[in-house]
């Protein structure tokens, strides 16, 4: 139809035209948390690199996710900050049952048990190199070994009670060995959200920061285990092996750079796909909003409705505090 029969501006002219022809919408059930757990009590800190965002001891936390969790927050995300007594070449720590993440998921879930809590999966927090795996002398990242170590911290993280164990290193087969034993212990239950898609990329930068481990890697890169950014197709296949390895719902990573990847895999495959807004997403928005250039409110809405219109169906964002605030107002 031509104009004047047809002009698209029938559907923009009203705020009650517009509420009805709104193809999507941003809600508290699409948004998960990520936080940064520091060890002891009544513990604080800012992020130089993240401003807005803190490193918080596990009571501090808990405060923070009480009315959060009333105002309809479902996930909670654990990052853990480990201190550099703890960091070995073979990343031990990672397992210990009486580790900062172990007895963090105890602590959440004994007050809150229907909060999910979620845990990631890699050694990069806790090895004295800063790579997600095992590394020999040549340091080639070693991923049959690495597996081993991995099963090791999911299955710590599965007895203390975490919900969803997230392997986050892109070690090759990992999403198989990992559901492999929690079918064998009995952990039926126990999601697995798989960072599928996940890119060598340099947005990372800021939680690096955050969790400590930008100086253990030093001038090291992840490029032989994470994505190359050049490539669309290759996530598919690698989404597509960890829904075979028993993987519930897959991750891509970056997010906003990365709206294609969301919407080549929402178009291909049937399960949940989920994205995490990074560090450095968070940090070029927030500065531009610190320095006065954008406005908060409107710029991280539209900037999270731009996820679910790709087809994301959850948004891991350091945001998600606010946002769940301003979704109550
Ligand atoms: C490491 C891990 C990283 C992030 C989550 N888990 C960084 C990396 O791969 O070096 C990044 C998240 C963010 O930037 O917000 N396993």
Request: net charge negative.
């Amino acid at each position: 139809m031509q104009f004047p029969y047809t002009r698209k501006r029938r559907l923009r002219a009203s705020q009650a035209i517009r509420n009805l022809s709104c193809e999507n919408q941003l809600t508290v059930n699409d948004l998960i948390w990520p936080v940064f757990v520091l060890d002891g009590f009544n513990r604080t800190e800012t992020i130089e690199s993240m401003p807005g965002v803190q490193r918080m001891s596990a009571d501090i936390l808990l405060d923070k996710l009480i009315p959060l969790h009333e105002k309809g927050l479902n996930a909670v995300a654990l990052f853990p900050v480990i201190e550099e007594r703890y960091k070995t070449d073979d990343a031990a720590e990672a397992w210990n049952p009486e580790g900062l993440i172990q007895k963090t998921v105890k602590f959440i879930k004994s007050s809150l048990p229907e909060l999910l809590v979620i845990t990631d999966v890699a050694l990069d927090p806790y090895t004295s190199h800063g790579q997600d795996g095992m590394i020999n002398e040549q340091g080639e990242i070693l991923n049959d070994v690495t597996i081993k170590a991995l099963v090791m911290q999911a299955r710590s993280h599965a007895k203390a009670g975490a919900d969803v164990v997230a392997p986050s290193d892109m070690m090759d087969g990992r999403v198989g060995e990992i559901r492999a034993m929690l079918e064998q212990q009995k952990h039926h239950h126990t999601l697995i959200l798989s960072y599928s898609a996940k890119y060598a990329s340099s947005f990372y930068g800021p939680f690096r920061e955050a969790v400590g481990s930008a100086a253990n890697l030093g001038k090291s890169a992840k490029n032989s285990y994470q994505m190359n950014p050049t490539n669309a197709l290759e996530a598919i296949d690698e989404i597509a092996m960890d829904i075979n390895e028993g993987a519930d719902m897959v991750m891509v990573k970056p997010g906003l750079p990365y709206l294609d990847v969301i919407a080549m895999a929402k178009s291909q495959f049937n399960v949940p796909i989920w994205a995490y807004h990074v560090s450095g997403e968070y940090t070029m928005l927030q500065g531009a909003i610190n320095q006065g250039f954008l406005a908060e409110r409107p710029a991280v809405m539209e900037t999270l409705l731009c996820f679910k219109r790709a087809g994301c169906d959850v948004i891991m964002t350091y945001y998600a505090d606010r946002v769940i605030e301003w979704l109550n107002e």
